[in-house]
């Protein structure tokens, strides 16, 4: 299993007539720009199978203190492209957080991911620590899981807004989206009497690079 400690993960629509181009900018430009950047451990992209929003992505990093390097920042800022102010200018439905590790089980990365957003909740993270997690491991083709603790100073450094709140995220690795699905539904089964996940989805492997 990667030992990264930090991730950052984003659920976004885009509208139909900017979807070819965002996907181009995606594949020939971001994704490859997230990569480089030092921290940067993997960078995945992904599209929903049903799912809203419609994609997905999953950038791996060093620490949660990546997001708040100038390496990083200034990508935001001075070095973003032409390009990327006008596709990140479009999005829809866009749900970005920075997140620290929790727990995983298994080693796996695969085709497909079920993510679920959880209100976070210390208690939820030890019972996934403590053994839940793997639970999402039974199913046949599901071979990785992981926890993550999203970060709200780190995702909005000038300040959240009034309604944004903390998370606990589990992506659930799995050679499709059936065996993704079935891995969701066995961790929920596993936590019982846990809250059931505020968000849903699962999603089809597009693009990967390491870093």
């Not at 995945?44 to 620490?63: F, I, N, Q």
């Amino acid at each position: 299993m990667s030992d990264a400690q930090g991730l950052l993960a984003v659920w976004v629509d885009i509208p139909a007539p900017l979807e070819a181009e965002f996907n181009d900018w995606y594949d020939r430009e971001h994704l490859a720009e997230r990569a480089g950047i030092p921290g940067f451990r993997t960078a995945r992209r992904y599209v929903a199978d049903g799912a809203a929003p419609k994609y997905h992505a999953l950038y791996e990093t060093d620490s949660l203190a990546v997001f708040a390097a100038p390496e990083y920042r200034r990508y935001l800022g001075p070095l973003m492209t032409d390009w990327s102010k006008r596709i990140m200018g479009a999005f829809v439905n866009n749900h970005r957080r920075c997140c620290r590790f929790v727990a995983g089980a298994g080693g796996g990365i695969g085709g497909a991911v079920a993510s679920l957003r959880f209100p976070a909740s210390d208690a939820l993270e030890a019972r996934l620590a403590g053994g839940a997690l793997a639970a999402a491991l039974a199913p046949s083709g599901a071979v990785g899981a992981k926890a993550w603790r999203s970060d709200l100073a780190a995702t909005f450094p000038d300040g959240p807004p009034r309604d944004a709140i903390a998370e606990t995220v589990v992506e659930i690795e799995a050679t499709g989206t059936g065996a993704a699905n079935a891995g969701a539904d066995a961790l929920i089964a596993a936590l019982r009497a846990a809250p059931a996940p505020a968000y849903r989805g699962t999603y089809r492997l597009l693009h990967a690079l390491p870093a």
